[in-house]
T-cell receptor, first 115, second 117 residues
């Protein structure tokens, strides 16, 4: 029940294309869903986050879509650039219960954007 | 503003030894979190400290322990090292733990690469 499942494991897109990464969760107590971007040799950096009271959040080229009934959320990267090539992690946490304070991460997606 | 800092960058130990990893949170942050990123296993939550107290713990054996100091810095201790403890250990900090407004954003440091031989 604590898992967050992320797909695909790897993704290759052409420059200018749209990258889409999907995540699904089981724990209905989760109430905060951040996405992190990690470059080799670096720690994860927060990209964008959403709470379940909204269905979509957009920041620049990055958009999170959230479907509470399906317990799914996704990251869309518009106009993908070679500099976006990194590993992306979805995560979830809650303000109480056993998930209190801890981020439960998906398995990660390695994104490669070809020029 | 300085981000989360961790030391050392790399640490090499032999099986059975103890390792101590250190973390300094972003100024003003009172919560510190530890995660293990092992190859093929993703990011796994280890520990959360807030105001000097352990608030939550992941599914790791007791030989993984830590503490938070009055200045909110933290250290992670791993006793009786095993080969499978080889991983990147990441520290994160936030303004506070999950308060009334919901979970606070966690900001990660660059990590300490622990290699157990």
């Amino acid at each position: 029940q604590q898992q967050v499942k992320q797909s695909p494991q790897s993704l290759i897109v052409q420059k200018g294309g749209i990258s889409i990464i999907n995540c699904a969760y089981e724990n209905t107590a989760f109430d905060y869903f951040p996405w992190y971007q990690q470059f080799p040799g670096k720690g994860p950096a927060l990209l964008i986050a959403i709470r379940p009271d909204v269905s979509e959040k957009k920041e620049g080229r990055f958009t999170i879509s959230f479907n509470k009934s399906a317990k799914q959320f996704s990251l869309h990267i518009m106009d993908s650039q070679p500099g976006d090539s990194a590993t992306y992690f979805c995560a979830a946490t809650s303000a109480g219960g056993t998930s209190y304070g801890k981020l439960t991460f998906g398995q990660g997606t390695i994104l490669t954007v070809h020029p | 503003e300085a981000g989360v800092t961790q030391s050392p960058t790399h640490l090499i130990k032999t099986r059975g030894q103890q390792a101590t990893l250190r973390c300094s949170p972003i100024s003003g942050h009172t919560s510190v979190y530890w995660y293990q990123q092992a190859l093929g296993l993703g990011l796994q939550f280890l520990l959360w400290y807030d105001e000097g107290e352990e608030r939550n713990r992941g599914n790791f054996p007791p030989r993984f322990s830590g503490r938070q100091f009055p200045n909110y810095s933290s250290e992670l201790n791993v006793n009786a090292l095993e080969l499978e403890d080889s991983a990147l250990y990441l520290c994160a900090s936030s303004l506070q733990g999950s308060g009334a407004g919901g979970p606070d954003t966690q900001y990660f440091g660059p990590g300490t690469r622990l290699t157990v031989l």
